[in-house]
């Protein structure tokens, strides 16, 4: 099951129709299946660039704000027994910049946000050239298949 939260900070000034969410869910579930992985559990939290800003500071020693960050657990999900992956955060109003600047909706620049995140739940990375083109590989064959009109991008 994947869990989307909306932050009390977004909640009232960012419309997110339920079927916008469900999209989301299967972006997550779809990454899940695509890689290879057994059914997990994992969290989306929509939220501000506030939030990502200073998660990027205490955890990664990055003074900025950035679209997307992945927490890793190795847990169990009390109410499903599946294995709880982590949390998923996206800053909204930064998805909303990347998708006006690529030119595509925010639903598929939310959409990739989630793959990218997934992948980063699943222990893809993107450190090295090698693990770099394995996970951009993944996430844009995943956009392909879930009919995504985004270039995932070659930082």
Do not use: C
């Not at 994947?2 to 339920?18: R, T």
């Amino acid at each position: 099951m994947i869990h989307i939260q909306i932050s009390e900070s977004l909640s009232k000034s960012v419309p997110i129709a339920p079927e916008n969410l469900s999209d989301l869910e299967h972006a997550g579930l779809h990454t899940l299946q695509q890689a290879g992985a057994q059914p997990s559990d994992f969290t989306i939290v929509i939220t501000d660039d506030a939030e990502l800003h200073e998660l990027n500071r205490r955890f990664l020693g990055i003074d900025a704000p950035t679209d997307v960050l992945s927490f890793p657990t190795d847990e169990t999900d009390p109410d499903t027994g599946l294995p709880y992956l982590g949390d998923i955060l996206i800053s909204y109003p930064r998805a909303a910049a990347q998708a006006s600047a690529g030119k595509h909706s925010v639903q598929d620049e939310l959409r990739l946000l989630v793959v990218h995140g997934t992948l980063h739940l699943l222990g893809y990375d993107h450190a090295t050239p090698a693990d770099k083109a394995r996970m951009w590989e993944l996430q844009g064959e995943a956009l392909k298949r879930l009919g995504s009109r985004v270039t995932p991008r070659r930082e």
